[in-house]
């Protein structure tokens, strides 16, 4: 098997266990902590993070909120739309650092597109917070992967230089 086979075989794996994952803890949440049943839909671990159980009918940030269930259908396929591009991507990027984060991203997407085919919202329950202030909204670690193979993307492009091609040291000298 050739290297670049191998690398795609190890993401295609990475995607499915963020997507496994995620469901799993999805399903933690619904059944045995059944968040939703607590009181305040909320359960403290620590003093700056908690279980809360959230339904996001929206996409990034809460933008597009699919309030009828023919914009629910429509964030469906736009995500999945963006999901095949991913997975086109990361089929033809030949980095091992890029391929693995669309391998991120992928199984994050792919982990938030089934819930909102099941349930017509995506399940929310991690909730960083210090005080009353949170850095973040209330997010999955569907959410979580995305964001952080994004960032791995965005790092990999803007830090890494193009080595300036160097004049052959056989060229016949003018």
């Known amino acids: 098997m050739s290297i670049l086979l191998r690398q795609r075989v190890t993401a295609i794996g990475l995607a499915l266990a963020i997507f496994l994952a995620d469901q799993w803890l999805k399903r933690l949440m619904l059944g045995p902590l059944d968040l939703r049943r607590q009181p305040g839909g ?20 809460g933008m597009l909120t699919a309030d009828t269930m023919e914009m629910r259908w429509l964030l469906v396929l736009m995500t999945s739309a963006i999901a095949l591009f991913v997975f086109i991507w990361m089929l033809r990027e030949k980095a091992l650092g890029d391929i693995l984060a669309l391998a991120l991203v992928l199984g994050g997407a792919l982990g938030n597109i089934r819930d909102r085919v099941l349930h017509g919202y995506v399940i929310d329950y991690a909730d960083l917070h210090f005080g009353s ?42």
């Open 42 to 61: 909320a359960i403290e671990i620590l003093p700056f993070f908690d279980l809360r159980w959230t339904e996001n009918y929206g996409v990034s940030l």
């Open 133 to 174: 202030f949170r850095p973040f909204l209330i997010f999955n670690l569907a959410d979580a992967a995305i964001t952080i193979g994004v960032v791995i993307i965005l790092a990999r492009t803007l830090l890494s230089r193009e080595k300036p091609e160097t004049v052959s040291q056989d060229a016949p000298e003018s």
